[in-house]
C-alpha cells in the first residue's frame, strides 16, 4: 500500500477515530486484498512510530493538572492514543506537528481518544478472512520503541 492510499483511507475517519468511524474503515479495507490490509497495518505502525519522539512524549496532558498544580504527564497509553489521534486527524495535520511541536499538543486533550484506531487492521483481517490475525509489522507502534526518537532511552 502507498502512502497516498493509507492517508485516504485515513481521510474516510473525518478527522476522528470514533468506534464508528473505525468500524466503517475497518469494514471498507475489508473488502480489499489482505495485502492491503498488511499494507494499511505496516503504514499505520510506522506513522505512529514516527511520532514516538521524547518531544511530543515529554508534553503534559492539556486539560488536566496534578492536584499541586503541576502539568500531568501523559502515561504511556495516553501517548499512544494521542499519536492515534494525530494520525485520524489526516496527513497534513501528521506532517505538520514535527516542524512544530505545538500543533501535536492539542491532541494530548482527554477529548481525544483514538485507541479505535489500532484495531483496525485487526477488525478488517477478521472480516476479510474469518480468522484471527496475529500480526506484527515492521515498526513497533508501542511508546517509546523509536529509540531514535527518545535519545536518553538508548542503551
Not at 14 to 39: F, H, M, W, Y
Not at 110 to 132: I, K, N, Q
Request: hydrophobic share 35%; charged share 25%.
Amino acid at each position: 500500500m502507498t502512502w497516498a492510499h493509507f492517508w485516504a483511507l485515513v481521510a474516510t475517519l473525518n478527522g476522528e477515530a470514533t468506534q464508528k468511524s473505525c468500524q466503517r474503515l475497518a469494514v471498507e479495507l475489508s473488502q480489499r486484498p489482505v495485502s492491503d490490509i498488511i499494507g494499511f497495518a505496516e503504514c499505520h505502525a510506522e506513522a505512529l512510530y514516527l511520532l514516538d519522539q521524547e518531544k511530543f512524549g515529554t508534553l503534559p496532558v492539556v486539560d488536566l493538572t496534578a492536584r499541586d498544580g503541576r502539568p500531568f504527564p501523559q502515561s504511556s497509553d495516553g501517548f499512544l492514543y494521542t499519536r492515534c489521534a494525530v494520525v485520524a486527524a489526516g496527513q497534513s495535520v501528521w506532517e505538520s506537528v514535527f516542524s512544530d511541536v505545538d500543533k501535536f499538543a492539542p491532541y494530548t486533550s482527554t477529548e481525544y481518544d483514538a485507541e479505535w484506531l489500532l484495531y483496525v487492521p485487526d477488525r478488517a483481517y477478521e472480516l476479510a478472512t474469518g480468522g484471527e490475525w496475529d500480526r506484527s509489522t515492521r515498526y513497533s507502534f508501542e511508546s517509546y520503541s523509536n529509540r531514535d526518537g527518545w535519545p536518553d532511552l538508548r542503551n
